[in-house]
């Protein structure tokens, strides 16, 4: 995984298809992740499996202890985003995508609690995983032979899966104690 979505102290951001009519959410194949061969453990992630999915036969491994930092944290979607380009509507996708969308819905988060910070997310997070739309089938091996599986709970394709933003507002507004 890349640095700096796998240090411990940045929310890393994998990616979805939304699919508005009709309303679903699916892994997106293309999404980034893994784990870490470089960072430690972070104690938030502490207890954590994974499974490896390999495409030569569609089968997954059994479940893997996380002894590094697992990426990613949350996801968002990441298809078919438009915007104006020399005169003409043109999409963009990607977690480049995603990544902005999480971060704006921090920043009106903050808004939203008066300007007061959070601390490092994270810890938080991983605290409240009802606080998550859970996808629990896909995976992210593509264009790759083999990758990492989507299970229920954190994973390597989209983390602990997308915020429902209802929910996480509620949680960090007021600011909690850190």
Do not use: C, H
Not at 15 to 29: F, V
Not at 31 to 51: E, F
């Amino acid at each position: 995984v890349d640095y700096p979505a796998s240090s411990a102290y940045v929310t890393a951001v994998g990616g979805t298809t939304l699919t508005i009519d009709p309303l679903s959410e699916t892994a997106n194949s293309l999404s980034g992740g893994g784990i870490s061969s470089n960072i430690a453990l972070p104690s938030w992630q502490a207890g954590l499996t994974y499974q490896r999915y390999f495409s030569s036969n569609s089968s997954t491994s059994s479940p893997i202890a996380l002894t590094t930092r697992g990426v990613p944290d949350i996801a968002a979607p990441m298809n078919g985003y438009g915007f104006y380009f020399n005169g003409n509507v043109v999409t963009v996708g990607g977690t480049s995508a995603g990544t902005p969308i999480i971060a704006a819905m921090v920043a009106r988060f903050i808004q939203q609690s008066g300007g007061k910070r959070f601390g490092l997310l994270n810890p938080i997070l991983y605290r409240n995983p009802q606080a998550f739309n859970d996808l629990s089938t896909g995976n992210n091996a593509n264009p790759l032979p083999d990758g990492y599986a989507v299970t229920s709970g954190w994973d390597p394709v989209v983390g602990l899966g997308t915020p429902n933003g209802e929910a996480l507002l509620a949680l960090l507004n007021p600011a909690p104690v850190i």
